[in-house]
Nanobody, 119 residues
Framework: QVQLVESGGGSVQAGGSLRLSCVAS????????MGWFRQAPGKERELLAG????????YYSDSVKGRFTISRHSAANTCYLQMDSLKFEDTAIYYC????????????WGQGTQVTVSS
């Protein structure tokens, strides 16, 4: 049983930064891509960023490109999301996920961590 546990969420003023961490346990995820989604109240869950199992391939949604950076430490089964220049509209619950090959249906999800950005 794989568990993903996020940490690092919290409250910050607009323009500030936060770093989210996701630690996987239960098995190694060396052959899985890892990524971050978010869901704001009344909105659908959206994929923000993804990173391949080697860390060499990354994806960013247009809404966070240039402001967020995804990275992973595969040996430590950990994925990070560095969030800079945060905006009020970044307020949401952020979820870590892992998938073998389908971001439309990730294999594993974390429980989520709240990020609140005040203007």
């Amino acid at each position: 049983q794989v568990q993903l546990v996020e940490s690092g969420g919290g409250s910050v003023q607009a323009g500030g930064s936060l770093r989210l961490s996701c630690v996987a346990s239960g098995r190694t995820l060396l052959d899985y891509a890892m990524g971050w989604f978010r869901q704001a109240p009344g909105k659908e869950r959206e994929l923000l960023a993804g990173i391949g199992w080697t860390g060499g391939t990354t994806y960013y949604s247009d809404s966070v490109k240039g402001r967020f950076t995804i990275s992973r430490h595969s040996a430590a089964n950990t994925c990070y999301l560095q969030m800079d220049s945060l905006k009020f509209e970044d307020t949401a619950i952020y979820y870590c996920a892992a998938t073998e090959n389908n971001w439309g249906r990730p294999d594993y999800w974390g429980q989520g961590t709240q990020v609140t950005v005040s203007s």
